[in-house]
């Protein structure tokens, strides 16, 4: 159904490779032969004196060549080291006809991206002939451009670069928007201007385009022809900021509310995706109209949220007046700080900066209660050590100010710049290391080695005064780990670059980025932090009170210092945005006074979304996240409603046995109660609260079904809930059926389920089909949110979000990974692939043309059905390869069922995959033999109330609905559909499940019942473990038998129950 097209070889070119200052020109399709002379070391015989099939692509500094072939390396061939481009004529021996072919005679030759692995350049400074033939161009295509930018490469490199500059400029400004890209020809082009794409270290050059509904960017050069305009609607903004670039106001900031192709560009390399675009402009003007057009045409379609990050507006002091009240995180505080202030994940020289909060990297445990564990957070990092503060006293006495233009400072060095945050990510990003060390890594013992050796280097190096980034404080842990592929090299002591070391206290990666998120939200933190914001943000960043607090950085860093558009020297311009850019810039400064401090610890941290938002591809905006968290938060502080906000403390042995690694669990170290309650709370209850508020201000309401309202429903016995004296908390009900009997048991013995959703659950699977049998759980609620507990293990797999609107089913396909590929049935039409595996959503196929509401699969057969009252039966690829982005195209099902006239509410199909039975709104029932060409093979019309929900039963012989009029019924497969069995529970009932010859049905008032149809005699104690309906049960099934029952429902939680036969 779905393709991934993997059989297309990846393109390793990116403008990564280009040099600093360089622009891309053009690229051909093209044959190369390298130099016959044996001095090429660096090439491998089976290809030296072959012809390489590839692109040839021209910038403005370098030739490239990029082989088809991954294990040839791509060649790069700087213009300054080009001695003569010339075409030649017809070369027998070189095989080479026609006016293709021409020669490069070079002196330096460097190889990048073999086998597309991120290693250090290789350099061959011996001169050699290359040989080209264009395959499909004529020659004076390339030479006429090639040989003009050898003559400008010639050139000393301030003239260079200024020449290049403006050519590419005036290439840029002469670019049209192709207006067949449109993906309506109707639309009209509201603004139409040159701009540029900005991520790391990469500046993307192109055409933005706003029409009444959509956003276009059509980049300059489609370097891997494969998207050539990028677009997203209007309505899946949700801010926009105007930003700095290299201290000049002429960016903007567009905040997504899911990840799209926009913000997919800033996660290549290894970055995560913050869920926005950046984008830069020729002038402030420019900037500025397309962000008045966009806010003005944003105006009713999307939420408040937009204004948290309005300079105008009183959003600042709303929420430092939550935060205060202990109502927001350290971190989200912080982190809102840094966007307020203009960082972004975009630009590597305004990387939001994050404190170093703690100073004890020795301990073999850490001590969240001890004052000495901390980090003195009134001081900047450059002010720790006294004998290196003098020195940088006595330096700062020794400078010149004549003029007060170039004004003295303490530290030459900034506390973020983006040298700084890639020593920080070197692991993760290596290519944006490369490229800002011009192909190399740095020296190996310069290199983020241990975590207590960079805290030593902060304290002791007069170079390094740098503080941390928001990775420290959430997951993942990547950048600590060392990919297979990725060689740093040995530092002098003979130790080769690989893990970070970390602290004695921390037992892994997770760990250690857990207790550092642990301290940066105790109390002592919490009870400094204003004066390290006070440093970074406010009132001690500029002027008398910075120069008291040991706080004066180099004039370049800070805003206003230097206006560049007086600059008229186009020479002396250029020289200072280079230097900008290398120094770092200060965050804009937000307060004037002291900052004031926290009245109110937060007990509720919010890590586990935060992890999740980082973690897992789909998820969701991370900056999204954080503003809607930010606006509820505070919207509920001012509002007094926090009660929500708080968990529930008789829950929190489970939230610990769930929500945090084994790890932490059981190394509390010297921590008090007090911190361990805070720990145990950084827990999975709050990780769709984003999500929600993404529901309910960006989303229109689907259409759902009916569902009656709960009726009174008549007191039952207090002895029907009795619980077990037992020490795992055994629930009865005790099956005393004629088969086996059984019982259920709590999986944990805290009396509350699993509040693991913040928004309804729909959805709920148990499963041991997965390479290590463990049992897992599958659950989806109606925020989007898919989660995968190891339910053996005690932990969190996967979350994910597939979506903004609500995942209504969920069905496991056969996967050749370790897990099976998880289908969701979702209220946007489609079906949504999702690999726990790999974290990422595989892709999405429109099934239908309303919700799907139920969703199904047996035997490679998906069978769906929707509201739009058809059930549609598809065939599945095995294993993860087909299951890929296809853009929302319908695909053509193996058949469609259309005999029902009111909306499918429910389904289930036979092991074979042939057998299929459906229920609807309007109490129908039809079984359908899919091989009939869409005939039923019975229809019946007996049901009282729809059929909200039905099972077979094991033997293939029986079908079991339950309806809303509280009944539940057994028909008879081979018979017509004829009712075997029936018995009102004299409630609705919303879901079923069935357990050898007893059906188990939850309903609306929250009650899980059974019934045995064939033993009216049986008793049966029902459960009523939850306080809304239930809304989907799942049995987890071992060796062919039923092993444990989950419980979904509309109060967020989850219960779940092991199956007991020693009887």
Not at 490 to 498: A, I, S
Not at 599 to 605: G, H, I, L
Not at 741 to 755: A, C, G, H, I, V
Request: charged share 20%; with cysteine; net charge negative.
């Amino acid at each position: 159904m779905w393709s991934d097209g993997s059989a297309r070889a990846a393109r390793r070119f990116s403008y990564l490779l280009l040099q600093d200052g360089e622009h891309y020109i053009q690229d051909w399709i093209a044959t190369c032969k390298p130099p016959s002379a044996p001095r090429l070391r660096l090439h491998s015989s089976s290809w030296q004196q072959n012809w390489i099939k590839g692109r040839l692509r021209l910038c403005s500094k370098s030739i490239f060549f990029e082989p088809d072939a991954a294990s040839i390396p791509i060649l790069m061939l700087p213009l300054n080291k080009v001695s003569r481009i010339e075409q030649l004529a017809d070369r027998p021996e070189l095989e080479m006809k026609g006016n293709r072919g021409f020669m490069v005679e070079v002196s330096l030759l460097v190889t990048m991206k073999k086998n597309g692995v991120d290693a250090a350049y290789e350099f061959d400074k011996s001169e050699g002939t290359w040989w080209f033939i264009l395959d499909f161009a004529p020659v004076q295509q390339f030479l006429h451009q090639a040989q003009s930018l050898l003559s400008v490469n010639s050139l000393p490199p301030p003239e260079r670069d200024m020449i290049l500059r403006n050519t590419a400029a005036q290439k840029e400004a002469q670019a049209h928007f192709d207006i067949s890209r449109l993906e309506d020809y109707s639309e009209e082009i509201l603004f139409n201007f040159p701009a540029a794409q900005v991520t790391p270290l990469v500046r993307e050059p192109g055409r933005l385009v706003f029409t009444p509904n959509r956003l276009y960017f059509q980049p300059l050069h489609n370097l891997n022809n494969d998207t050539p305009v990028r677009s997203q609607k209007l309505s899946f903004i949700i801010a926009v900021a105007k930003r700095r670039h290299s201290l000049q106001h002429i960016g903007l900031e567009i905040f997504f509310k899911d990840v799209n192709m926009f913000t997919r560009q800033t996660s290549v390399g290894g970055f995560v995706d913050g869920g926005t675009a950046f984008f830069t402009f020729l002038s402030v003007q420019d900037r500025d109209d397309a962000r008045d057009l966009l806010v003005d045409k944003l105006k009713g379609q999307t939420s408040s949220i937009g204004s948290l990050l309005d300079k105008g507006s009183s959003w600042l002091d709303r929420v430092t007046a939550a935060w205060q009240a202990g109502h927001i995180s350290n971190y989200d505080y912080l982190m809102y700080l840094n966007l307020f202030a203009g960082r972004t994940r975009c630009d590597l020289a305004q990387w939001p900066v994050m404190p170093w909060v703690l100073k004890d990297y020795e301990s073999t445990t850490l001590n969240l209660k001890d004052p000495a564990s901390f980090r003195d957070l009134s001081k900047p990092i450059g002010a720790l050590n006294p004998s290196r503060l003098a020195i940088f006293h006595e330096r700062f006495q020794q400078m010149p100010c004549k003029d007060g233009s170039h004004p003295p400072f303490l530290y030459g060095t900034h506390y973020s710049a983006p040298g700084y945050v890639l020593y920080w990510l070197v692991r993760v990003a290596p290519a944006h290391m490369l490229r800002l060390q011009n192909g190399r890594f740095d020296t190996p013992d310069r290199l983020f080695f241990s975590i207590a050796e960079s805290w030593q280097s902060v304290l002791t190096n007069h170079a390094d005064v740098k503080e941390l980034i928001p990775e420290f404080y959430g997951l993942p842990s990547g950048f600590l780990v060392t990919r297979n592929d990725v060689n740093l090299g040995v530092r002098q002591n003979g130790v080769p670059v690989g893990d970070v070391t970390l602290p004695p206290w921390a037992k892994d990666p997770d760990d250690f980025l857990i207790k550092n998120r642990r301290a940066l939200e105790c109390k002592h933190v919490s009870m400094n932090i204003q004066e390290w914001i006070d440093l970074i943000f406010g009132y001690k960043q500029r002027g008398e009170a910075a120069l008291a607090a040991d706080n004066v950085f180099h004039y370049l860093t800070y805003e206003g210092a230097v206006d560049l558009d007086k600059i008229e020297d186009p020479f002396e311009r250029m020289s200072f945005e280079a230097q900008i850019n290398e120094f770092g810039q200060a965050p804009q400064q937000l307060f004037t006074g002291p900052h004031p401090s926290r009245s109110a610890v937060e007990t509720s941290a919010d890590f586990e979304e935060h992890r999740q938002a980082m973690v897992e591809s789909g998820t969701g905006s991370l900056c999204a996240a954080i503003l809607s968290r930010i606006m509820s938060k505070t919207a509920a502080f001012e509002a007094g409603t926090t009660e929500e906000m708080r968990v529930d403390e008789a829950a929190l042995s489970h939230t610990i046995s769930v929500g945090i690694p084994e790890s932490v669990k059981q190394d509390s170290g010297s921590d008090t109660e007090e911190d361990d309650i805070l720990s145990a709370k950084i827990e999975f209850k709050r990780e769709a609260e984003a999500s929600t508020f993404h529901q309910s201000a960006w989303s229109s309401t689907p259409r759902t079904p009916a569902w009656l309202p709960t009726p009174h429903t008549p007191q039952l016995d207090a002895n029907l809930f009795r619980r077990s004296k037992s020490p795992n908390f055994m629930l009865s009900p005790r099956m005393e059926c004629r088969e086996q009997p059984w019982t259920l048991k709590k999986l944990t013995d805290s009396q509350q389920p699993w509040k693991v959703h913040r928004e309804p659950i729909n959805a709920v699977l148990v499963s041991d089909d997965n390479a290590s049998e463990s049992s897992t759980l599958y659950s989806a609620s109606k925020d989007g949110l898919i989660k995968v507990y190891s339910l053996s293990e005690g932990f969190q797999v996967r979350a994910t979000k597939l979506g903004n609107l609500p995942i209504s089913s969920l069905a496991l396909a056969t996967s050749n990974d370790a897990y099976p590929t998880v289908l969701a049935g979702s209220y946007d039409n489609c079906v949504y692939a999702y690999s726990v595996d790999y974290g990422r959503s595989l892709g999405k196929v429109r099934v239908h043309d309303d919700s799907v509401s139920c969703l199904r699969v047996s035997n490679s057969k998906m069978v769906t059905g929707s509201w739009d009252a058809t059930v549609k039966v598809w065939t599945l690829d095995e294993g993860r390869g087909g299951w890929v982005h296809n853009s929302g195209a319908s695909n053509t099902p193996e058949i469609e069922l259309t005999e029902h006239e009111a909306g499918i509410w429910s389904l289930d199909v036979d092991s074979t995959g042939v057998v299929v039975a459906s229920g609807a709104e309007d109490g129908t029932v039809i079984l359908w033999d899919i091989r009939s060409n869409g005939i039923p093979i019975w229809t019946s019309n007996d049901l009282a109330g729809s059929a909200s929900s039905m099972r077979m039963s094991g033997d293939g012989h029986k079908l079991i609905v339950v309806s809303t009029s509280g009944f539940i019924y057994a028909m008879e497969l081979r018979r017509g559909g004829s009712i075997l069995s029936q018995k009102n529970c004299e409630t609705p009932l919303r879901s079923c499940e069935v357990i050898g010859d007893v059906a188990l049905a939850g309903s609306f008032s929250g009650e899980l019942l059974f019934w045995s149809w064939d033993n009216d005699a049986a008793t049966f104690q029902n459960l009523r473990n939850h306080s809304e309906a239930v809304t989907s049960i799942g049995v987890g099934r071992r060796h062919g038998m039923a092993a444990s029952v989950a419980t979904a429902s509309e109060d967020c939680t989850i219960q779940v129950y092991s199956i007991d036969r020693s009887m």
